[in-house]
Every structure is written in C-alpha cells, then in structure tokens.
C-alpha cells in the first residue's frame, strides 16, 4: 500500500528542493560578517620572526654584494633625501609610508630574489619586514644594523687587538678590502675623530626586476 | 584548513589519484542519469528535456554556496581556490562554437567520453571530430594566437566585476536558476513530448 503522506509530500518535491536552495544562499547573505586572519596567522609570525634567517650581517651582504650575486635585490625604506645622500650599491627605494603602494607590489611579492630591507638601523626595516610578511610575501629579509652598522663594520671597521684570534684579523682584512670595494678607501691609521669619513657618493644603480606571473597548471575539462 | 594539499593535509601526489577518483565518480553518475545520449542532451535546446539545465546549474549552486559554508566556518580559504584567467574574446568564440557543437552534435566534451565508453558509434564520430578540431586549431594557432592570448581580464569572478558581496551574487544566482527551472518546466509541457 502506498503511503499516503509520502505521496503528498514527494509530489511537492520539487519547490521543498528549490526552496532548500533558496534557504541555503538566503543564509548566505543573512550571515555576520566578520574580519577574517587570512593566510598569516600569529602562530605563523611569530615562527618567522624567532627565525634567525630573517636577519643577514652586513659582512655576508658584502661578500654577496661583491661575488656580484644576482639573486639579491636590496630595498632602501628610508626617505627619498636619505637615498639620494648614500645608499648601497643596486639598492632601490621604496619609502616606509609606501610600502603597501600597489606600485610597488611588483618588486616586494615575488619569489626569485632574496630581499633584504634596510634602513638607518634595524628599527624601519624590521617593521616593513613584518608588514610585508602579513602580506604573505616571500624571500624576506633585514640587513643586521641598517645603515649604521653597515658603516661600522664594512666601511669604517674596528682594529682588532693583539689578543684577537686569527678570524678577527681575517675579518677586519676582509672588511676592509670590501670597504675599497665600495669606494671608501681606509688607510690603516685611520683617526677616529676622521668622521664623517668621505662617503663617496655610489650612483645607485637601479635593478629592475622582471614581475613574472606565477605559471599556474591550468585544469582540463569541462560538462 | 583546506584546500587541503596547498596547506600540507595530503600530499601533492594525492592530486592526480584524487583527479582520477573525481573522473570515475562523475563518469559513471553522467552515464546513469542518462548524459550519454545525445537526444537527452540536445532535449535542452529543442525544449522537450531540461535535464541538463536543472543538473549543472544544481551542481554549480550547491557547489558555490557550500564552498561559501566551508568558508564561513573556516574549513577552507576561498582566496586559496584557484580562479581560471579570462579571456573575454577566446571565451566568447569557444563558448560559441562550443554551443554549436553541443546543439549540432548532441554531445559535450565531456559526455562524449561517456557514451564512447557505452559504444555509440555517434559519440565516436564526435570524438574524432573533436581531434580534427584540435588539429586544426593547433596548425592554425598564429592565426587564433591574437584571440588566444588577447583581451585578457585576470582571474576575475563576478565579485571583482559588481564589486558587490560574493553573498549577494550567489543569492541572485539561485533567484536566476530558479527562475530559469520554472520557466523550463512550463516549457516542456507546451513543447511536444517526444520519445527517446
């Protein structure tokens, strides 16, 4: 025997089916709208920040920055005047207030170059460096000191002393001859009283950096 | 969470086993609501079956407004969800001779396969016809090239082009779909019954 009400209702099918639809994208529209953590979470952060990597020393960047690698693009975020009096060799400029330009997007969210940010000290880069990664972007990193510590350790290094070890020596003939790379030549008796030292102005180069889309696979098929 | 291989739940290998599992199950649920004949397909155009309206706009709505569950939830991040490119013209001119053929052949793509699987020597004919087309597009890709790779838009959706909620969209879809199957309804009634 058939039963009734199933009948009843299964002849209806049709509209409980539609209005179902029609329910399910009403709650859609009717939901709270609420700010979403998309992709970084803190969790995230803070693994990146406690990662030692984010840092590279000045020594390194020189080292890489005379073996001419190509895999480096130096970003100045002090202010335009800033850039225009010193910078380091191939660095471009992208001020700390226009970080986020969308102008920009092109040179900081891409994945084939190792960024390294810098400015005075490590206090502007590091707060673009945590901006940038909030937007999610890759190869980060901050130059150990800015600026400053660049001067301090590349262009106007400090005379180990006698008690010093091999390396220390080693380290100080190597920044020193990195020192001459970069257009400062320091004679070994140098006073301290000397600074400002002559700061030779490098004429930046200006890298420019190919914005390659990302190749994504493109998914076959269809009905 | 999801998707769940970008975010590490399975591994990358996973996708092509996945794929393969996905092409079976839609294979097989083509074939058994009777997708492989191409009356049944065609009945779309002439008004005698809207099978094939009611079932892929079903598909996209239930698909759409769950995603957009998933989401609200957080079980998966829409932003991560790969957007196909537009190309305003390409896709204008393929969705055309795509219709033409669906109309004149009784088959897409897809469904072809499926009754090439069942043994219609007509799907057959429509498989090699679609190998000629590749044939041809592809010796005669520096004429389409312009076509091809021009007036391209992005990976837009809807929502980059209303610039109005993904919610709203969606609402105004399922109105549309709706719509659309009530109006079909009353069509095939008025259209002759035919047999198939």
Redesign the interface.
């Known amino acids: 025997m058939i039963n009734r009400n199933l009948a009843k209702i299964l002849s209806k099918r049709y509209i409980i089916l539609a209005s179902l639809l029609f329910v399910a994208a009403l709650g859609l529209v009717l939901l709270p709208s609420y700010q979403k953590n998309e992709n970084v979470t803190a969790e995230h952060l803070l693994a990146k920040v406690i990662n030692p990597e984010r840092y590279i020393t000045s020594d390194v960047l020189a080292d890489k920055l005379i073996l001419k690698d190509p895999s480096i693009l130096l970003i100045d975020v002090r202010v335009v005047s800033e850039y225009e009096k010193y910078t380091l060799p191939g660095a471009i400029n992208i001020p700390f207030d226009s970080i986020l330009n969308p102008n920009y997007e092109g040179y900081l969210n891409q994945d084939q170059y190792d960024i390294v940010l810098f400015s005075n000290d490590n206090f502007k880069a590091d707060q673009a460096w945590l901006l940038l990664n909030r937007k999610d972007y890759k190869n980060l990193h901050v130059l150990n000191g800015g600026i400053n510590g660049w001067y301090h350790t590349i262009l106007n290094p400090p005379k180990p002393t006698e008690d010093m070890p091999q390396e220390a020596f080693e380290l100080y003939n190597f920044r020193q001859a990195a020192a001459l790379y970069f257009g400062v030549g320091i004679k070994t008796k140098v006073k301290k009283e000397a600074t400002p030292i002559p700061v030779k102005k490098v004429v930046p180069k200006k890298a420019v950096v190919p914005v390659v889309k990302k190749k994504k696979r493109k998914p076959e098929g269809g009905c | 969470m999801g998707p769940l291989i970008p975010n590490g739940f399975l591994s990358y290998e996973w996708n092509i086993i996945i794929a393969v599992l996905i092409g079976l199950a839609f294979g097989f649920i083509l074939e058994a609501s009777g997708f492989s004949s191409s009356r049944k397909l065609a009945g779309v155009f002439y008004g005698y079956d809207f099978a094939v309206l009611k079932v892929?706009f079903?598909a996209a709505?239930?698909s759409v407004?769950g995603l957009?569950?998933m989401d609200?939830l957080?079980w998966i991040?829409m932003?991560m969800l790969?957007v196909?490119p537009t190309y305003l013209w390409g896709a204008i001119i393929g969705g055309a001779i795509?219709g033409i053929g669906f109309v004149a052949g009784g088959f897409?793509?897809?469904?072809s396969i499926c009754a090439v699987a069942i043994g219609k020597l007509d799907a057959w004919v429509y498989v090699i016809g679609i190998m000629i087309g590749i044939l041809i597009f592809s010796e005669a890709f520096p004429i389409f090239e312009k076509i091809y790779n021009g007036y391209y838009l992005g990976n837009i959706t809807l929502v980059d082009s209303f610039e109005l909620?993904?919610?709203?969209i969606?609402?105004a879809?399922?109105?549309l779909?709706?719509v659309a199957?009530f109006v079909s309804d009353i069509v095939r009634k008025r259209v002759k019954k035919v047999f198939y």
């Open positions: 892929f079903t709505l239930v407004i957009y569950y609200y957080g991040n932003s790969y196909h795509m897409c793509p897809g469904t909620p993904a919610s709203w969606i609402l879809v399922t109105l779909a709706l199957f």
